[in-house]
């Protein structure tokens, strides 16, 4: 059965990156069906898609994101990962990954989440 | 850009009929997903192209999108589907994913 599991520090410091990993086990990363992607929770914008890769690499992003968001894929590893430069007091959130399946373009399964406080 | 509008809250009572709907001006063409989201926990497909329910997916939900307007519909509710509903839209052609600001389900 797939899983996906984020993980990471809970608290950033404004202007550095966020840096999370999304392990994946029960299934191929490396699928041609699918794609894996970034969606984040703050209670002030409920649900945002962050941005989503193909195992190969190829990215696409949430245009409002596009500026700090860079995402890459481990296929030995078996995991993805995100990186958010410069954040704010607004980047804190849950952040959850997700498989997402290219051509019906729905998010299953999601990974449990994980906070991300950004704070001094 | 592409916005999802969906009613902040819905009540009703248990064994009644509930419908959340899910309006933009894109809709049209683009399937729309559905989201449960229980306190505390990650989001869970409960609807996929409109109206196909995943497996384990209980028969009470159900899905339809028409015009503009997507719904998800929720009959002889229970106590257990009280939760927030999300629904979600893949824009093949930017390959743009919006989310609606999600709905509040309170079972009365």
């Known amino acids: 059965q797939l899983q996906l599991q984020e993980s990471g520090p809970g608290l950033v410091k404004p202007s550095e990156t966020l840096s999370l990993t999304c392990t994946v086990s029960?299934?191929?990363?490396?699928?041609?069906?699918?794609?894996w992607g970034w969606i984040r929770q703050s209670p002030a914008k409920g649900l945002e898609w962050i941005g989503s890769l193909f195992y190969t690499g190829t990215p696409f992003y949430n245009p409002s994101l596009k500026s700090r968001v860079t995402l890459t894929v481990d296929t030995s590893n078996s995991h993805f990962s995100l990186k958010l430069t410069s954040v704010t007091a607004a980047d804190t959130a849950v952040y959850y990954c997700a498989r997402f399946e290219l051509g019906i373009g729905r998010f299953d399964p999601w990974g449990q989440g994980t906070l991300v406080t950004v704070s001094s | 850009s592409y916005v999802l509008t969906q009613p902040p809250s819905v009540s009703v009572a248990p064994g009644k009929t509930a419908s959340i709907t899910c309006g933009g001006d894109?809709?049209?063409?683009?399937?729309v997903h559905w989201y449960q989201q229980k306190p505390g926990q990650a989001p869970l497909l409960v609807m996929y192209?409109?109206?196909d329910r995943p497996s384990g997916i209980p028969e009470r939900f159900s899905g339809s999108n028409s015009g503009n307007t997507a719904t998800l519909t929720i009959s002889r509710v229970e106590a257990g589907d009280e939760a927030d509903y999300y629904c979600q839209v893949w824009h093949r052609s930017s390959n743009h994913v919006v989310f609606g600001g999600g709905t509040k389900l309170t079972v009365l």
């Open positions: 192209y409109d109206s």
């Open positions: 029960g299934a191929s990363i490396t699928s041609s069906l699918y794609y």
């Open positions: 894109n809709n049209e063409g683009n399937s």
